[in-house]
């Protein structure tokens, strides 16, 4: 079936480092999404990517999506304690557009070290 | 405007008995998604809902099912319940069904099954 792959699975970095998280998938995709879990809190949704080659930024945050659209990355730049927790990117299929075919990744879990 | 609200947060159930969760989605959000939570799986897609219709089913058993009500409220119910299917269940509304949808997620309800 359709899936989506993260990597990495865990990243550990010392505060002030660049942080980077990809996600492939095995189907092209009409869109991405990503999201944000803090511990023990719920996803949050940061932003979504929709055309081929796109590239959004968030204040330190930099989303791509693949010119494939298979495939995207989040890049934390300067890493800060505030931005632990788990990333997750979910990808819409590109004929589907309910939530239904929104397919998750298993996510990146950051820990940041002050 | 409220966010999604999910109850209980908390269950504690014996296996082999049933439980049903609630989901109160956002003002105006039609289309509800319920996903299952496990550290080992991460996120898997339960089921779709939209204006009392299930769109779309995840590969998950007969066990779990799901309903939608005229206010968009839904309920989602496990049955038989397994060790297994302790998790965070969360659910997540959006304002439609089209490929453009960004997912709001609820608090969860934490369900441990002993």
């Known amino acids: 079936g359709q899936q989506v792959m993260q990597i990495p699975q865990y990243q550990h970095v010392q505060e002030g480092e660049d942080f980077t998280t990809y996600c492939n998938s095995s189907?092209?995709?009409?869109?991405i999404q990503w999201y944000k879990q803090r511990p023990g809190g719920h996803p949050v949704f940061l932003i979504q990517?929709?055309?081929?080659?796109e590239v959004k930024k968030q204040k330190r945050l930099t989303f791509q999506f693949g010119e494939a659209k298979k495939n995207s990355s989040l890049h934390i730049t300067a890493t800060q304690t505030t931005d632990v927790g788990t990333y997750f990117c979910?990808?819409?299929?590109?004929?589907?557009?309910?939530?239904?075919?929104?397919?998750f990744g298993k996510g990146t879990k950051l820990s940041v070290k002050p | 405007k409220a966010g999604v609200t999910q109850t209980p947060r908390y269950l504690i159930k014996t296996r082999g008995q049933q439980v049903t969760l609630s989901c109160s989605p956002i003002?105006?959000?039609?289309?509800v998604s319920w996903y299952q939570q496990t550290p080992g799986q991460g996120l898997q897609f339960l089921f779709e809902?939209?204006?009392?219709?299930?769109?779309n089913k995840g590969n998950f058993p007969g066990r779990f099912s799901g309903r939608q009500f005229s206010n968009s409220r839904s309920e989602m119910n496990v049955s038989t319940l397994e060790l297994g299917d302790s998790a965070l269940y969360l659910c997540?509304?959006?304002?439609?069904?089209?490929?453009?949808?960004?997912?709001?997620f609820g608090q969860g309800t934490r369900l441990t099954v002993v």
């Open positions: 997540a509304s959006s304002s439609t069904t089209g490929g453009t949808a960004e997912a709001f």
């Open positions: 189907t092209t995709l009409s869109n």
């Open positions: 990517l929709v055309k081929s080659g």
């Open positions: 979910a990808g819409h299929l590109l004929r589907g557009g309910s939530q239904g075919n929104l397919i």
């Open positions: 003002s105006g959000h039609r289309s």
């Open positions: 809902y939209f204006s009392e219709t299930q769109r």
